[in-house]
């Protein structure tokens, strides 16, 4: 297994994009400290429900979905060894996971507005449509959850084209995960 980068951002994994075939999956950095990478897709693969039972992250069926599914379908077994566990709160430990909202806030305005795959549209996901000029820059880009809860519960608010995490109904998802910068850098490939 070799990991491609490229331009700052990481290519590891496979997920159908543009059409139903499996693409390298194009993940940038969110965090880099600790002697870990900390990364999240690109662009908005899928669209996923929450979870219709109004529960937590630790509880819903996107976590489910993620760390299940999505983990065994896009990376392969020697892809997997290289990504670590990560203690989230509550006590949740992921490999794969959705960002917390202070996570998102830590980059940039522009780095959180996000492409909607053309494969994630044809499963039901939304990307905004043209409002004319001035928001012309949102225009295919989505909402996408992250794992934070918003209070009062059951009340979405939305900040900079993510959602907390509060309501069941089908929103974007971009996933993230993180890898020991060492093993990253020795299984390297530049392209």
């Not at 009340?155 to 995960?177: A, C, I, Q």
Request: net charge neutral; charged share 30%; aromatic share 14%.
């Amino acid at each position: 297994m070799e990991v491609k980068i490229t331009d700052g951002y990481v290519l590891l994994g496979e997920y159908p994009q543009t059409g139903t075939v499996k693409e390298p999956i194009k993940w940038r950095v969110l965090c880099n400290g600790g002697g870990v990478l900390t990364l999240i897709t690109d662009v908005i693969l899928f669209n996923r429900d929450f979870d219709n039972r109004y529960s937590d992250y630790r509880t819903s069926d996107v976590r489910k979905y993620i760390t299940e599914e999505f983990f065994q379908f896009a990376f392969s077994s020697e892809e997997q060894e290289l990504i670590l566990p990560t203690e989230l709160e509550d006590g949740v430990c992921d490999r794969v996971y959705l960002p917390s909202l202070d996570e998102l806030k830590a980059i940039e305005r522009d780095s959180r507005i996000r492409k909607v795959t053309p494969y994630a549209v044809s499963t039901k996901a939304s990307a905004y449509p043209y409002q004319g000029k001035k928001y012309r820059h949102l225009e295919g880009n989505g909402w996408y959850w992250t794992r934070t809860p918003h209070k009062p519960p059951y009340d979405p608010k939305r900040d900079n084209h993510v959602w907390y995490v509060s309501y069941s109904g089908g929103l974007e998802t971009r996933p993230v995960w993180g890898a020991d910068i060492g093993a990253v850098l020795m299984m390297r490939v530049r392209i």
